[in-house]
């Protein structure tokens, strides 16, 4: 008898390995689309450099404003709840304490991150008639971009800040188990780690724009590759509970 079917009599979660393993790889997926694009056409730095893009090709301008990003973190739901069913017995605590901060991360990022209405304002301020409206407009834009405060470019998203905490405490879960494996365990403490160090150096030290991309990159990259794993053996954990019918 396999291990699965000896840790894990119950298979009613067997779908939720597999849903949870797929929402893993179609969100890594979405972040290298997504960091592809930002290489290729740059995060605008102004109001009016969104709203001139959002005009001139809609797709790339809501994927300059995270639109795959806000998808991606609705993938990490089923994703962090099939982590928790699989490993929950090796530290049920901390495992609960992290799905908490994952839920209310995501929660607060979706919350700050609408990039249809930064799309809207664009529209409206293309059809003002007049100095104030587009004034108002404008500021409604900047108050927006504030509010979404994204660390790639040197802002202070609470959303992710939790989620990173998730992330490393799940990932020392992982290294107790012999679910994921310690190469799994260890890319996720790692990017997760760094995430999370930038934090805290924006804090108390400033830093050139070029080294916070250094900085962000290569914890995307950690970050991708910890999500192609996790889902990867989610599902392989999806199919022995599969045999075991």
Do not use: C
Not at 29 to 58: A, H, K, R
Not at 91 to 118: D, H, K, R, V
Not at 180 to 204: D, H, N, P, W
């Amino acid at each position: 008898m396999n291990e699965v079917s000896t840790e894990n009599r119950d298979l009613k979660w067997k779908n939720l390995h597999k849903i949870g393993g797929t929402a893993a790889i179609i969100a890594a997926v979405l972040l290298l689309i997504e960091i592809i694009v930002f290489t290729v056409w740059p995060q605008p730095d102004t109001v009016m450099g969104y709203f001139t893009l959002l005009q001139t090709n809609n797709l790339i301008g809501l994927i300059d404003f995270y639109l795959l990003e806000a998808i991606s973190y609705i993938l990490f739901v089923p994703m962090f709840l099939a982590i928790y069913v699989a490993i929950k017995r090796f530290n049920e605590s901390y495992m609960i304490i992290a799905i908490i901060f994952a839920i209310l991360g995501i929660s607060i990022f979706l919350a700050t991150n609408n990039p249809f209405s930064m799309l809207s304002l664009s529209n409206q301020y293309m059809a003002a008639t007049t100095e104030a409206q587009k004034s108002m407009i404008l500021a409604s834009g900047q108050a927006m971009m504030i509010n979404t405060g994204q660390r790639a470019v040197g802002g202070f998203n609470v959303g992710f800040l939790l989620i990173s905490i998730a992330g490393i405490m799940v990932s020392a879960v992982m290294l107790k188990s012999n679910k994921f494996g310690k190469k799994t365990a260890y890319v996720g403490i790692l990017a997760f780690a760094i995430s999370l160090a930038e934090y805290f150096r924006m804090i108390l030290l400033p830093s050139s724009l070029t080294l916070l991309l250094i900085i962000a990159i290569t914890s995307g990259i950690l970050l991708l590759a910890w999500l192609l794993l996790v889902g990867r053996k989610l599902l392989q954990i999806g199919k022995l509970m599969d045999q075991d019918i």
